[in-house]
């Protein structure tokens, strides 16, 4: 079968200068808020990269091209990042969130999406296996 030509395709959400700090701080919910510094810290420690706002309400960390297999298109993309959303707090490890499943059962309270991970607060989850999560996922988008 012939190899699909890549194609680049221009999204919507794209990395902005924003500042990350003012952002989160102008999340309403202080919960959410106090959460959104703990998530900031972990993944800027896990990955070594400064946080960076894409669009208006997604902080990523990294950058990346992804391909799809199945069309060829590629995406630039974070390599992780997160989202204090109204509904919960959404992680993107750009993932196939199912491959963990032995640490999501001891993860605590959450929900997943394909690459997400939707958590309410940190206090429902063990830090210590997101921490683990996280650490997984960046290690599969690095390729190291």
């Given at each position: 079968m012939p190899e699909k030509i890549s194609k680049l395709v221009e999204i919507k959400t794209k990395p902005t200068a924003a500042s990350v700090e003012d952002f989160i701080n102008s999340v309403e919910d202080e919960q959410k808020r106090n959460d959104s510094f703990v998530l900031l810290e972990m993944m800027q420690k896990a990955t070594g990269e400064q946080p960076v706002l894409w669009s208006s309400s997604l902080i990523g960390f990294g950058?990346?091209?992804?391909?799809?297999?199945?069309?060829?298109?590629?995406?630039?993309?974070?390599?992780?990042?997160?989202?204090?959303?109204?509904?919960?707090?959404?992680?993107?490890?750009?993932?196939?969130?199912?491959?963990?499943?032995?640490?999501?059962?001891?993860?605590?309270?959450?929900?997943?999406?394909?690459?997400?991970?939707?958590?309410?607060?940190?206090?429902?989850?063990?830090?210590?296996?997101?921490?683990?999560?996280?650490?997984?996922?960046?290690?599969?988008?690095?390729?190291?």
């Amino acid at each position: 079968m012939p190899e699909k030509i890549s194609k680049l395709v221009e999204i919507k959400t794209k990395p902005t200068a924003a500042s990350v700090e003012d952002f989160i701080n102008s999340v309403e919910d202080e919960q959410k808020r106090n959460d959104s510094f703990v998530l900031l810290e972990m993944m800027q420690k896990a990955t070594g990269e400064q946080p960076v706002l894409w669009s208006s309400s997604l902080i990523g960390f990294g950058k990346k091209r992804y391909k799809s297999p199945t069309t060829g298109r590629e995406v630039d993309w974070l390599v992780i990042g997160f989202s204090p959303r109204k509904a919960n707090l959404s992680l993107y490890l750009t993932v196939d969130i199912k491959k963990y499943a032995t640490a999501l059962e001891k993860l605590g309270k959450h929900k997943t999406g394909v690459g997400c991970l939707y958590i309410n607060k940190l206090e429902d989850v063990d830090l210590k296996v997101l921490r683990g999560l996280i650490d997984a996922s960046i290690k599969q988008n690095s390729g190291t």
